[in-house]
């Protein structure tokens, strides 16, 4: 936090009403209680629309829109910031566009070098109804947990601990919470913290904006399930896209049950994007120490 920002954090918190001081006080129980209960309402509307996929695509879209709005207006409330400069609107679209063709360039080389070394064992044609309704959902998917790991997790933690604890706390967190999907296995869980966790916060700390996640996060999805129509993170059923591609092989080479998501490709490929962007972020200034002390303001802010 620059000096700059902790004084204005230090002045609002002596302006704030009692209620207000309180709310602030348990942000982040608030703001997490409440991504999670948007995340589950996302999740069944994507489920109710999904069989109309000239209606699932516009429903997702408008989910998404719907959090990014109720983001900023809840951050604002419950933190009483003055603005939220991670969804700020300048830039947003470079920065979605970029973040969905590297996250669906990353995942086509994953899929590219699963079939090089053996592992596709067929190959057939789904549905582009599939594929539009797959978009509309991964649309709202995206920013709903970006927004939860990247926007509320990862940033407050930081704040307390610094860039580092926070990359590796945050992803860790992030592979947690697959573990509830039907066919989750360790390796996965391991798995996607980094590929899922570990490179959209890198994104993140390079950019210091939710746009650039957003992107990765849908055009990663949206091609593992609209495109190849392979399973997502363990979920226990094959995705309805575009095509539908069958693996096969030692679940190193094409992440077995779980998906691609757990091969070892999927690691090596991401691991290169996660250096470029920490690589960034260290010359530009972006990683943050832990702060040192209890600084007033600090604590006026937390």
């Not at 695509?57 to 959090?67: K, Q, T």
């Not at 860039?163 to 590796?168: D, E, G, I, S």
């Not at 059923?237 to 030692?250: F, I, K, R």
Request: glycine content about 12%; proline content about 5%.
């Amino acid at each position: 936090m620059k000096p700059t920002d902790r004084a204005e954090s230090a002045l609002s918190h002596a302006e704030l009403s009692p209620s207000r001081r309180r709310l602030r006080r348990f942000r982040v129980p608030v703001l997490v209680v409440v991504s999670l209960g948007v995340i589950a309402a996302f999740a069944g509307i994507d489920r109710l629309v999904a069989p109309v996929p000239a209606l699932a695509l516009p429903v997702g879209i408008g989910l998404a829109c719907a959090g990014v709005v109720g983001y900023r207006r809840l951050s604002r409330i419950v933190e009483s910031r003055s603005s939220v400069p991670e969804l700020a609107t300048a830039g947003a679209w470079p920065w979605l566009w970029r973040g969905t063709l590297m996250g669906s360039g990353l995942f086509t080389a994953v899929m590219l070098l699963i079939a090089a070394f053996g592992g596709w064992q067929g190959l057939a044609w789904g549905s582009v109804g599939g594929l539009l309704a797959t978009a509309g959902a991964m649309a709202a998917v995206a920013v709903a947990e970006e927004i939860l790991f990247r926007g509320i997790v990862f940033r407050i933690l930081e704040e307390r601990t610094g860039t580092v604890v926070a990359l590796v706390g945050s992803a860790l967190l992030f592979g947690a919470a697959h573990l509830v999907n039907a066919d989750a296995t360790l390796l996965g869980t391991l798995s996607i913290a980094v590929t899922g966790g570990t490179l959209t916060a890198a994104a993140y700390v390079a950019t210091r904006s939710l746009w650039l996640p957003i992107g990765l996060h849908f055009g990663w999805n949206f091609i593992q399930a609209g495109v190849f129509g392979v399973t997502v993170s363990g979920s226990g059923t094959a995705a309805d896209g575009l095509l539908h591609t069958t693996l096969s092989g030692p679940s190193l080479l094409t992440g077995g049950a779980f998906g691609p998501e757990a091969s070892l490709f999927a690691l090596l490929v991401c691991l290169v994007p996660i250096t470029i962007l920490l690589r960034r972020a260290a010359r530009t200034g972006q990683i943050r120490r832990r702060p040192r002390g209890s600084h007033p303001a600090v604590q006026a802010s937390g």
